[in-house]
């Protein structure tokens, strides 16, 4: 079933809800090598007038390389079925064909990679990154989420929403 493109600003959805209960993955890549991990971190909003999704990979991840190297990321987001997520986030790239082992059809386009499987899709164009430097931590309980090993930060610009026909997040 093929996507046909929506308006962000009007799609049903919390995005609580959509990122950190139901996650979503973080895709990039080209028809030669492509990745993605599992994500139930992240943002959705507005920076320098323009609708952003922000994504926190760490540096031992596989994605990360993916993600740094190319212009463009995906956001796949699958609705409350979270199969596709043990393989995105118990898996390594490195070792396996995560693509394959999730019986997921990549489609490449948009300058990136994203599976026809999901429910919605967003195209991201990279406007920012940075690493989190744990000397501006607040709150000393954050420190606990780390052992030296800072997420990368990845603010992207929404530049397509994509949604399949009929179908509800």
Request: charge should be negative; aromatic fraction near 14%; glycine fraction near 10%.
């Amino acid at each position: 079933m093929m996507f046909k493109e929506t308006d962000i600003k009007k799609l049903p959805y919390n995005p609580f809800t959509l990122i950190g209960d139901e996650w979503m993955l973080i895709c990039a890549g080209n028809e030669e090598k492509h990745n993605f991990m599992t994500a139930g971190w992240g943002g959705l909003g507005v920076l320098w007038n323009k609708n952003v999704a922000t994504v926190y990979i760490r540096p031992t991840r596989y994605t990360l390389g993916f993600v740094e190297n190319e212009p463009y990321f995906a956001l796949c987001f699958f609705g409350k079925d979270k199969k596709v997520h043990k393989v995105g986030g118990n898996m390594s790239g490195r070792d396996v064909d995560k693509t394959k082992a999730a019986g997921l059809t990549p489609v490449f386009a948009d300058g990136t990679v994203y599976f026809e499987e999901a429910e919605m899709v967003f195209i991201c164009k990279k406007i920012y990154h940075s690493v989190l430097d744990n000397a501006n931590f607040l709150d000393p309980e954050t420190e606990g989420f780390y052992e030296n090993d800072y997420h990368k930060i990845f603010v992207g610009e929404i530049v397509k929403a994509l949604i399949k026909p009929g179908r509800e997040i």
